[in-house]
């Protein structure tokens, strides 16, 4: 059976061409002389991303292999100007991170609901013959051609937005302690693998206060380099505030398995050790009171312990304390981990724009605003009069 959550997608994307600039001249019998009236092309459509809370997979987005936005319309006489190119838009859920697939760059980050990035700029439409006259000039019989379209290949990646990620080898009970703790009912069974995809639940804390939990697939020893499941959902722990390791109370070696998880997420990406961790014992109610001492221990000393059981309701509550406490300390700030320090918007000022990719050493040429320097012309014959 095909699963329903899709967090990869890959889309060929490509904005629209701005419409050419007419080159007219006006000449009825009332006027035979009336000059230049050739209207302007009409710009491109722009490809936007928009964040919609209302979509937490990219599944509406696996079949859609292209987007396209409108070409412009061209100019025409009496100074008309041209259609503009039908934008587009691509919903995309909270936490989207779009790649480009060609060079792998980071292009751009899409973090909250409303939240608009452009992702492709349209073709600025050419200047029809009307806008080149002067005193010197009186009859122009050239316009400029419309910009052309920008197209680009993305890879769109979802990352989940969570408050608190569950971290821990399959059957250690993350699964379990989420359908307990929130109403989401993920799978649950007694062999290793049993949640393949993640699940969100939200907790409820007092005072009608609650955090959002993450349910993240189980991490064997290896899953850095791509054993398991893999790389494909230790990147939704990146977007976790806060990391909750869980082991079982009936491991052999509780601190080495805590060292293993750890060890993994710091070779797959070594930022995610900044966060604030947890460390959560599970199936405590296996354990006697003596046993649970003789463990404490040999446990790490640098992060808060629990011990608990979602059979048994032992240390739950105690468990919710302590992610509320590490949740809203000042030093615990959501980080959203990217290959760039900054979110990136495209929607810039293309001049902006171009100086930013002069700098970084890309060949292109600069137009000012109004585009009377360097402007290339469709230039026309005599014969190319309309005549009404």
Request: proline residues 4%.
């Amino acid at each position: 059976m095909e699963s329903n959550f899709v967090d990869y997608v890959k889309i060929y994307c490509r904005s629209g061409k701005g419409g050419r600039g007419s080159m007219h001249l006006r000449h009825v019998k009332y006027n035979p002389n009336g000059g230049p009236d050739g209207g302007d092309g009409g710009r491109g459509g722009n490809i936007y991303l928009r964040g919609n809370h209302n979509y937490w997979t990219l599944l509406h987005l696996k079949y859609q292999r292209h987007v396209f936005a409108g070409h412009g319309g061209n100019g025409g006489r009496d100074k008309c100007h041209g259609t503009d190119g039908k934008d587009e838009y691509i919903d995309v859920p909270c936490g989207t991170v779009v790649y480009n697939a060609e060079t792998g760059k980071y292009v751009c980050d899409v973090t909250y609901d409303g939240q608009v990035v452009m992702l492709l700029r349209g073709g600025r439409g050419g200047k029809g013959n009307f806008q080149f006259r002067s005193a010197t000039n009186q009859a122009p019989r050239y316009a400029q051609p419309g910009e052309p379209m920008e197209e680009m290949t993305v890879i769109m990646e979802l990352k989940l937005l969570a408050d608190v990620g569950l971290v821990g080898f399959p059957n250690a009970g993350k699964s379990t302690l989420l359908s307990t703790l929130s109403s989401a009912r993920p799978k649950i069974a007694n062999y290793p693998f049993t949640t393949l995809e993640p699940s969100l639940g939200i907790v409820g804390y007092r005072d009608n206060q609650s955090f959002v939990m993450a349910d993240i697939p189980g991490i064997i020893e290896g899953a850095s380099e791509g054993k398991g499941l893999g790389l494909r959902f230790l990147r939704h722990i990146e977007r976790n505030s806060l990391l909750l390791f869980m082991v079982p109370g009936d491991t052999d070696d509780i601190k080495k398995e805590y060292e293993i998880l750890l060890g993994e997420l710091r070779n797959f990406n070594p930022d995610m050790l900044d966060k604030h961790r947890v460390l959560a014992i599970t199936k405590s109610d296996l354990l006697d009171e003596e046993l649970e001492e003789m463990l404490r221990e040999n446990l790490p000393s640098d992060l808060p312990v629990v011990f608990i059981s979602s059979v048994t309701g032992k240390g739950l509550t105690e468990l919710k304390d302590i992610l509320w406490s590490e949740l809203n300390s000042e030093s615990n700030k959501l980080q959203a981990i990217t290959s760039e320090d900054v979110i990136v918007h495209r929607d810039k000022d293309m001049s902006t724009f171009a100086s930013e990719l002069q700098a970084e050493g890309e060949d292109i040429e600069i137009l000012d605003e109004d585009g009377d320097e360097d402007i290339e012309f469709i230039e026309y014959e005599d014969e190319e009069y309309d005549e009404e």
